[in-house]
């Protein structure tokens, strides 16, 4: 008896990724750059990764992280919600991730506590 095919969901992550970018609504926020941090969980399978043990056939996340980096400091966004939408877009469209957990976070940005943020998943779990 063949065992049923099962869809597969590994997981590739980037934890702590540091941008330095205009973010925030306020005057002086528009005039000098903040760090950004994002922490990232793409799910992807890795299988033809692992059986070949060939890049081409892996989700580069040295590319991914650069790619973030490139887009992040290109951008002006006034909210984390906007840019945290646009980096899942870009990972779905460019990266064709199929499911994703983006954590945006923003130290400094309450003195109060470490960071504050946005935590958004998009695509589906299978």
Do not use: C
């Not at 906007?82 to 460019?94: I, K, R, S, T």
């Amino acid at each position: 008896m063949a065992l049923p095919e099962v869809d597969v969901m590994d997981l590739v992550y980037i934890e702590g990724l540091r941008v330095e970018t205009i973010i925030g609504i306020y005057d002086w926020e528009r005039q000098v750059k903040q760090v950004v941090t994002l922490d990232l969980q793409l799910g992807v399978d890795i299988q033809s990764a692992a059986e070949t043990d060939d890049i081409e056939h892996a989700l580069n996340y040295k590319a991914v992280s650069e790619r973030l980096v490139e887009f992040i400091v290109g951008s002006e966004f006034l909210l984390l919600e906007a840019m945290a939408e646009q980096v899942a877009e870009l990972l779905q469209e460019e990266f064709g991730v199929r499911w994703l957990q983006l954590k945006l976070g923003k130290p400094g940005a309450v003195p109060q506590a470490k960071t504050v943020g946005v935590l958004i998943e998009r695509g589906e779990r299978f």
